[in-house]
């Protein structure tokens, strides 16, 4: 009797132990599918470069310039142990990183964090969620970004294909700009003179000005190509102030990305790239080896009335040769140029603009949100603001270049945005009032207002959680009309329509693409025109949005929206790390 009551105790508690294990099943192959934690350890340290036939040293992440590539899949965590060796504060963003819950990871200064000062750490943390694609890293400070760059590399989860052909190889290719000088001098100069700051010396690719620049031949990146293979360009622009048209001499490319969205492939001889923007192309290498070596070519598209860097940055494409052909042949191949549109030619970029468009299939749709809770009109560009009596400025009656949205040129808090937020301490921090609409109306692409003078403040717009907000954006002509590349953090948005003059609110929206408009993080808002977006206010916090063009950003070209918390476990902010830095 005792055995037979033992052996059934046995097979309950077998039984109990199976049915735990049949439980578990689900969540075991969601853990197997579910992304892994990687650690990266970032060092910023200053090391000396060379280029340009000058020496300077730059403030780099583990003395590299470019940066290191970080390379996660979609559901991945990252933990990025960031430690400061150098004079200057630093912070670190995850340019176009949804950063879900996880505003504290996002980066920008006295927006989501204080910088972590020197021989200070934090360590940046949080989970892809939903993306795969090319992003990249930057210094969100001052114009440290300037050398503190390097790509974001996602890839799908394990077994999920792209929805284009497989390339043979993927290359990253980062545009930057180089100063001789040092950055920070020149950005603390205009800043105290009311001018404007020096223009950069030369563009880089991969961080190589190339053969167009003095005693830059040997300092030129290669492309190798084996013929007839598929390449896949990591396109990045990592410049201050340039947008940028690229181009690869008697080649076309296929765009199948922006931003880290898949788009509707489509065939172009020249990218147009503006900084925070990120493109994947396809490249199919020529089926024979050539006698010429092509020219991979960069150089600015620039609309305003300043003074712009109007050079051009050459990379070069090989093709490999057969042992048989470079033993024969080993004279100097010609390098073939590849020609440019002109660097204002805003035709030309609102048609290429126009043909980025989201996939919207089952697999990967277009979430643009139907119906919209709050509609804003901002108007982005230049005007003036009155220098200190302890300053000398070089404007009229002592007044300094200025930029704003909504006529408030944004004014930088000393302690984080975000920290005041969470703990209920926004007084004297900021306000709750900035205007959802010009403070007057005139002919924003005309001419310009007699009092050109633009408020200053740290103004927020606050946003109920899962809000539908509609935004259209005006380019103003105030000081001349001018494209400016809009960055939102925390969201990606859909680009629903652009236009060149004033907006229409009575006939535009009729045109409006609400089918497969294209999914981006950054926008150019059209020189002497308009954009609109739409996103949905999903991600709980604080989120900087300003122009990518750093001197106006330093300038005041900025905002941000403050998203609440909403009822959900899941739809509420998480709370600050320990380590997060004190100001």
């Known amino acids: ?81 960031v430690v400061n060796h150098v004079q200057y504060n630093v912070t670190l963003h995850w340019h176009g990183i949804r950063q879900l819950r996880t505003g504290w990871a996002d980066g920008p200064a006295y927006i989501t964090q204080c910088p972590i000062q020197t021989g200070q750490s934090y360590v940046y943390n949080f989970t892809i969620t939903g993306q795969r694609g090319t992003l990249f890293w930057h210094a969100h400070i001052s114009w440290l970004r300037a050398t503190l760059y390097g790509p974001i590399v996602i890839l799908p989860k394990r077994h999920a294909s792209y929805p284009f052909p497989q390339p043979f190889k993927e290359v990253p290719i980062i545009f930057g700009e180089w100063w001789k000088a040092d950055t920070e001098t020149i950005i603390n100069q205009a800043m105290a003179t009311g001018g404007a700051p020096n223009i950069s010396d030369a563009f880089t690719i991969n961080g190589l000005p190339g053969p167009s620049y003095n ?73 024979k080896t050539s006698g010429a070596n092509f020219a991979l070519s960069a150089r600015p598209y620039a609309t305003g009335p300043a003074t712009f860097d109007n050079t051009t940055t050459i990379g070069i494409l090989e093709y490999e040769k057969s042992a048989s052909a470079s033993n024969s042949n080993n004279k100097k191949l010609p390098l073939l140029k590849a020609k440019l549109p002109e660097f204002n030619d805003s035709t030309y970029a609102m048609k290429f603009n126009q043909k980025i468009r989201s996939l919207a299939t089952a697999k990967f749709p277009a979430k643009v949100p139907k119906n919209v809770d709050r509609r804003f009109f901002f108007t982005v560009g230049l005007g003036i603001l009155p220098c200190s009596q302890k300053q000398t400025c070089q404007g009229p009656n002592n007044t300094r270049p200025a930029a704003a949205v909504n006529n408030v ?141 750093e001197v106006h950003t330093s300038w005041g070209l900025k905002m941000a929206w403050v998203v609440n918390d909403g009822k959900g476990r899941k739809q509420k902010l998480l709370p600050p790390p320990a380590d997060i830095p004190k100001c």
């Open 1 to 81: 009797m005792s055995s037979v009551l033992l052996t059934s105790s046995a097979f309950i508690r077998v039984f109990l132990l199976a049915l735990c294990a049949v439980s578990l099943l689900p969540d075991l192959a969601v853990a197997k599918h579910a992304g892994i934690t990687r650690h990266y350890n970032f060092d910023i340290r200053m090391q000396n470069v060379t280029r340009l036939c000058q020496t300077k040293s730059i403030v780099t992440v583990n003395g590299q310039f470019p940066g290191p590539r970080i390379i996660a899949r979609e559901g991945d965590r990252l933990l990025i142990k």
């Open 215 to 287: 005693c830059s031949a040997k300092e030129t990146f290669k492309l190798k190509v084996k013929p007839g293979k598929t390449y896949l360009l990591r396109l990045i622009n990592a410049a201050l102030n340039d947008e940028l048209f690229f181009r690869i001499a008697n080649h076309t490319v296929t765009v199948v990305e922006a931003d880290a969205v898949y788009v509707k492939p489509f065939k172009t001889d020249i990218v147009l790239i503006t900084p925070g923007q990120t493109t994947n192309v396809l490249l199919k290498a020529k089926s």
């Open 409 to 549: 040129s944004f004014v930088q808090p000393n302690i984080a945005l975000l920290q005041a937020h969470f703990f209920n301490r926004s007084k004297g921090v900021y306000t709750t009032n900035f205007p959802a609409n010009p403070p007057f109306k005139f002919n924003y692409i005309g001419t310009p207002p007699k009092n050109i003078m633009l408020d200053s403040g740290t103004k927020v717009m606050v946003l109920p959680f899962n809000t539908s907000v509609e935004l259209v954006m005006q380019d103003t002509s105030i000081l001349g009309a001018e494209s400016h590349p809009l960055h939102l953090h925390g969201f990606n948005f859909f680009v629903l329509g652009q236009g060149v003059g004033n907006f229409d609110s009575k006939k535009d929206p009729a045109k409006f693409n609400l089918v497969d408009p294209a999914e981006r993080n950054t926008v150019g808002v059209p020189s002497g025109g308009w954009v609109a977006i739409r996103f949905l206010a999903d991600n709980p916090g604080v989120w900087f949005m300003h122009c990518h063009l």
